[in-house]
């Protein structure tokens, strides 16, 4: 079981607010690409130097990734 490239694509594009405005769901979507770009990045982590799965600091660094990316726009 994986992600396929297809699959990621679509749920970011299905990742957005009804009814909002753009400049809402752009956030939105940094948002998203923040999360999953950290992730990817842990898991990385994990898989190739021999990291060890906590997933507090997942959604820590995950939470000021995200943080960052509001905070910029």
Known sequence: MGVKHQA??????SFCLLGQKQ????????????IVSEVWCYVNKVVFKGGVVDADE???LAHFKGWLCLSIR
């Open 8 to 13: 990621t694509l679509v749920n970011f594009q």
């Open 23 to 34: 400049s809402v769901n752009r956030a939105w979507k940094g948002l998203w690409v923040a």
């Open 58 to 60: 997942i959604f820590s």
